[in-house]
T-cell receptor, first 113, second 113 residues
Framework: EAQVTQNPRYLITVTGKKLTVTCSQN?????MSWYRQDPGLGLRQIYY???????DKGDVPEGYKVSRKEKRNFPLILESPSPNQTSLYFC????????????FGAGSRLTVL | DAKTTQPPSMDCAEGRAANLPCNHS???????VYWYRQIHSQGPQYIIH???NNETNEMASLIITEDRKSSTLILPHATLRDTAVYYC??????????????FGKGTHLIIQP
């Protein structure tokens, strides 16, 4: 089944403890991105990647890092999480030719205490 | 991206057609109309997109006015599982990345039994 898989789905952590949210897709998509969703603010893009080793900032990149060493994986790294990064996170992917036809993961709900 | 205007909420009876309007009066010539939906806290799901012709797939139909300033998403026989927030987005098709999708507040469609 074609899908985007995120892990963990739920996580409670403390301020300053580094964490990584993994994202993997099995559709051989070139384009991958991360969004966060907060009440009243909608979905906002954090980072995106057009292909392996090519990443760029979205609208809200502060406090996050990403890497794209393999085509299928696009992990989101929070080096020193803070409470304002408590949010629902979504990873998405698409083929370059259908760049705005995105397949989203199920989401990762992160709470930073 | 051109901005869109959608009603914040709508009701529809189960089994009836749900017609969701969207205004995008400042749409540019190279921008497509995309529709996504999000069932409570799940990842957004792509529904359909179009440039100027009407489109239909297994999920829905998209009707775009001749001047392209508005569109309507039609769910022909709504079921309870269609209760979700529906997002109308305009964007270049080949964008992705910095030209990627901007999700607004959408329309909360509630299907009544």
């Amino acid at each position: 089944e074609a899908q985007v898989t995120q892990n963990p789905r739920y996580l409670i952590t403390v301020t300053g403890k580094k964490l990584t949210v993994t994202c993997s897709q099995n559709m051989n998509h070139e384009y991958m991105s991360w969004y966060r969703q907060d009440p009243g603010l909608g979905l906002r893009q954090i980072y995106y990647s057009m292909n392996v080793e090519v990443t760029d900032k979205g609208d809200v990149p502060e406090g996050y890092k990403v890497s794209r060493k393999e085509k299928r994986n696009f992990p989101l790294i929070l080096e020193s999480p803070s409470p304002n990064q408590t949010s629902l996170y979504f990873c998405a992917s698409s083929s370059v030719t259908g760049a705005n036809v995105l397949t989203f993961g199920a989401g990762s709900r992160l709470t930073v205490l | 991206d051109a901005k869109t205007t959608q009603p914040p909420s709508m009701d529809c009876a189960e089994g009836r057609a749900a017609n969701l309007p969207c205004n995008h009066s400042t749409i540019s010539g190279n921008e497509y109309v995309y529709w996504y939906r999000q069932i409570h806290s799940q990842g957004p799901q792509y529904i359909i997109h179009g440039l100027k012709n009407n489109e239909t797939n297994e999920m829905a139909s998209l009707i775009i006015t001749e001047d392209r300033k508005s569109s309507t998403l039609i769910l022909p026989h709504a079921t309870l599982r269609d209760t979700a927030v529906y997002y109308c987005i305009v964007s270049p098709h080949s964008g992705g990345g910095a030209d990627g999708l901007t999700f607004g507040k959408g329309t909360h469609l509630i299907i009544q039994p």
